[in-house]
């Protein structure tokens, strides 16, 4: 029965490192295109995503046999717990990954308001944390997951400074009121990839350290002022 789990829990594993392999090159894809502003990068993305979310239910029904049959305890426990909020957070991230590339293709015109609205900055920070994320996973690397936490604070410094930034070019300059949404909607896609890249860091240390630390902070702070 033992040998039988462990076979189930390495396919398992397997299968999460082959999806987040794919994940990863969607992301490394779509910034690209959002940084040269080549529209051919951004073909082949939305057909890649369908063979993420074919990895998605694989994974769930494989989650779901090993759960069904085994009944696992303790790490075995929290590492099916910590592999079903992971590929959740994968998918999600090849979903955005198709997003941002839908937005390139409507900014790419517009390329020096990008470069100077600093998106690529912010895409570049996002871009690392979902590779750190991934790594952080695939090594069981407790410092790279924490490095993803404080990297966030980055990216969330950024978007509110490009929102300030894009706002005011909207009222001074009408013209470019279309390309500036484009790109609020677009800076609100890059942070949501570097949310999903902070809560796979997050499981993984759930997993390992058997600790919850989402919501952590809000939570303690909510404790304080009330």
Partial sequence: MQEH???????????????????DEQVERAYKALETGDIELC?????KDLEIDAYDNLILTQCENILALFQPVASDLRFIMSA????NQLERCGDIAVNIAQRVK????????????????????AREMV????????????EQAEKVLRDEQIVDKLNKSIFKFLVAKMKSDP???EPCAHLVVLSRHIERLADHA??????????INAEIIAHKKKLEKYKKEN
């Fill in 84 to 87: 079903l909020l992971i590929n």
């Fill in 131 to 142: 590779k750190d994320a991934i790594d952080s996973f695939i090594n069981l690397n407790i």
């Fill in 175 to 177: 013209e470019v009121i």
């Fill in 198 to 207: 902070t809560n796979i860091a997050e499981d993984l240390i759930f997993y």
């Fill in 43 to 47: 073909r082949g993305i939305k057909a």
């Fill in 106 to 125: 409507k900014t790419s015109e517009y390329h020096p308001l990008i470069i100077e609205s600093q998106i690529l900055d912010m895409g570049k920070q």
């Fill in 5 to 23: 789990f462990t076979k189930e829990v390495e396919e398992l594993k397997t299968n999460l490192i082959k999806m987040a392999s794919l994940v």
